[in-house]
């Protein structure tokens, strides 16, 4: 397809083709005249993708450009290209810090392996940050959260290990990392209400002042 077809099948503007072309977030089509160039389904794809994570998981063209480099980087496994997708659109730290003593006890108990990691990192800023505010975090309450954690985590790498191309795979990892968060976060707060409302509804405190 041509560049105008392009723009009707992906909902995107030719402007926009033309100026994800110019920052090399798209690879050029195939030239098969001097004026004229084909593209294809990859194409497609990489124009979803950025539409996505634009939209929907609102990242920058810089940090677009740093996960589309390391898509088409060979020499990056799909393993560390699906860690480092996670850890840009979390705002994980990025650099390895002390384990918190929890860490060790919480990898043990839930047979994860004891490797680094940018989530091993932002977990332990997210306990450092806990504690600061006064927050306490026992091993039973960190487990607690870990043994449900596990669970919807085994649900939701269902889709990205189905994922066909590494476009597909960093689509459903970026996009799922925050639905997926969403939900997750909206059921717990459900179920604190659903549970405060049992608890509470009958009640006759109705918070008056006496």
Same mark, same amino acid.
């Given at each position: 397809m041509q560049l105008k077809e392009l723009s009707t099948a992906s909902g995107? #503007? &030719? &402007?926009s083709i033309k100026f994800y072309l110019r920052e090399g977030l798209i690879q050029r089509g195939e030239q098969v005249h001097p004026t004229r160039a084909e593209y294809g389904q990859l194409h497609l794809r990489r124009l979803e993708l950025i539409g996505a994570l634009r939209s929907v998981v609102g990242l920058g063209i810089e940090q677009i450009r740093t996960l589309v480099q390391? %898509? !088409? !980087?060979p020499e990056v496994s799909r393993l560390e290209l699906l860690g480092r997708t996670q850890a840009l659109v979390l705002g994980a730290p990025g650099e390895d810090a002390a384990d918190h003593p929890l860490v060790a006890e919480l990898l043990t108990s839930q047979g994860w392996p004891d490797a680094p990691s940018d989530a091993r990192a932002l977990f332990n800023r997210t306990l450092e940050e806990m504690e600061g505010m006064g927050l306490s975090v026992s091993s039973d309450v960190v487990r607690g959260y870990a043994e449900a954690a596990d669970q919807v985590a085994q649900q939701d790498l269902g889709t990205v290990f189905d994922a066909g191309s590494r476009d597909e795979a960093v689509l459903a990892v970026a996009v799922g990392v925050r639905a997926y968060s969403k939900l997750l976060l909206s059921l717990v707060a459900l179920a604190q209400a659903s549970h #405060? %409302?049992?608890r509470l509804s009958g009640d006759e405190d109705r918070g008056t002042a006496t």
């Open positions: 995107v #503007s &030719a &402007a390391l %898509i !088409d !980087d #405060s %409302i049992k």
